[in-house]
Structures are given as C-alpha cells and as structure tokens.
C-alpha cells in the first residue's frame, strides 16, 4: 500500500494554535474548488462555506490565531450526521495534505454567529466548523492541556473496536486489512471516545455507533454518528488506496444489536 494516505492519517493533529501567516490565494482557491462537491456514500449533499474570521467576527475560546474558518451545512434528516462526518473528514485530511491545520468544533464556538456567516436556513444544521491555517511552531498551555485530557495522541486497541461474525470475538485482521483498520483506529472523534465498532461477517463489514450520553442535540445531530462517519470515510479511503471496490448498504444490519448501541451501515468489499 501507498503509506501517503496512512502518513496523512497518522500524522494529523488537531490543531488550536495558528501563526500569522495568510492562507494565499492559491492554496484557498484548491480548498474550495476541492470542498465544491465533496461526495460521501449517501449522496446527501453537504455544502461548504470559507469564512473569513474578522470579517464575520468569528472566533473560539480553543483557537489561537487562525484567520478562515470552514463551515459545513446540511439538511436534517436520517444519515445527515454520518455524511456530514464523511465528507467534512475528507476536507480536513486534504487541508493537511496541504500542510494545512484544523480542528473540529461543535460548542466553543458563539454557534449564532457562526450560524449567521454561513448563511444556516431552517432544515439545516452545522455540526462543526474548523479553523484553518498554519499550525504555530509551539502549541498554548491550554491546547497542551486539552490534548492531555483526553488523551488525544492515544487509542483503543483494535480488539475492542474490531470484531468476527458477532459481538465481543476480537477480529484477527486479514493480512491486507490490517493498514485499512489501522486507520480506522486512528480516526478523531469527539473527547477521543472513538464510538465506532465493526464487526466482520463473510466479507461485509458491519459499522454500528456504540452510544454514550451527551452527544445528541438539535445544533450538532448525533455527535458520535458524525464520528462513524469519519470512521466509514477512513476505511472506504483505504480500500480506494488498495484499489478495491466496495458497496455500501444501510439495511443490511448483522444481529440484534445490543442496547447501547446502533446499527449504521455495512460495506462489502467486492
């Protein structure tokens, strides 16, 4: 496998602090053309908005420094969540790809105003924004402080996340699966509670959300289906970096899916 994508993936770091120095013109203009029509597996279409930070008055109490902000919006409704998270990550991989910063914010933000700047109409929603910009040569103490807290430079085991034909029987990963689960593993999420699990049968790979309190309002959607999403979108780009075809369904779950827990699609690798 082309190590680019796992590079990329392994490499990226939320990033709080930004120096002064201007996103030009060029680089901007491959954002947007890059953000235009960003496809995800649900063909629900999630629109982009570039914002300039003083122009709009836009901030956050996380964020030092940092110039544009990307916005995302999407209309309510059944897998709004986990397609804005599948191409909202394709974004911020790309902006790293260009030596580009970012950082997922859903409630540090005055979410008004940001809503205002990107034009938010009824129906809509816009779970997260992100600064964008280059990375500062030194983190603050406080962004220091937050990546301690959750422990952002840490994951799960695969064996708590990857499972065979059913509930809680660790998955031995397939010799040519073992990169695309390792960047599954190392997908962001909200406070690092990485709530995507998978569960392999007869080659069709099962993603469910296992829940956890808080994560749900009308501003954001479901924050961890968002973070299924960025799973779903971390493994169909590494089956696409191994040239695999894949096919995705959403009526395919695999059991009876526990309580705390919600069945969200399954991809068979063809």
Same mark, same amino acid.
């Given at each position: ?30 954002? +947007? ?13 999630? +629109? ?72 938010? +109409? ?20 406080? +962004? ?127």
């Amino acid at each position: 496998m082309n190590k680019d994508l796992m590079d990329t993936i392994k490499g990226r770091k939320s990033v709080r602090s930004y120096d002064d120095v201007p996103v030009g013109d060029d680089v901007r203009k491959d954002i +947007e053309e890059y953000v235009k029509d960003l496809p995800n597996p649900f063909n629900i279409p999630v +629109e982009f908005v570039i914002l300039d930070a003083n122009e709009h008055g836009l901030s956050s109490p996380v964020v030092s420094g940092g110039q544009l902000y990307v916005a995302a919006k999407v209309k309510k409704g059944p897998y709004a969540d986990v397609a804005f998270g599948y191409s909202f990550e394709k974004f911020v991989l790309h902006a790293w790809s260009l030596g580009l910063g970012t950082v997922w914010i859903g409630g540090t933000m005055k979410r008004e105003v940001f809503e205002k700047a990107a034009g938010l +109409e009824a129906g809509e929603m816009m779970p997260c924004v992100s600064p964008v910009g280059y990375p500062a040569a030194k983190r603050s103490l406080k +962004e220091t402080m937050m990546r301690k807290g959750i422990g952002a430079d840490s994951r799960l085991p695969g064996e708590k996340l990857f499972f065979k034909d059913d509930w809680g029987s660790p998955l031995e990963a397939p010799s040519d699966m073992k990169d695309i689960l390792e960047m599954v593993r190392w997908a962001p999420s909200a406070v690092n509670k990485q709530p995507w699990r998978i569960i392999e049968k007869d080659g069709v790979w099962h993603f469910y959300e296992k829940k956890d309190k808080g994560f749900v309002n009308d501003a954001t959607g479901d924050l961890q289906k968002i973070d299924v999403g960025i799973a779903l979108c971390h493994f169909l780009m590494g089956l696409e970096e191994q040239r695999k075809q894949a096919e995705v369904k959403i009526n395919d779950p695999l059991l009876k899916t526990p309580s705390d827990a919600e069945y969200i699609a399954s991809v068979r690798v063809l």
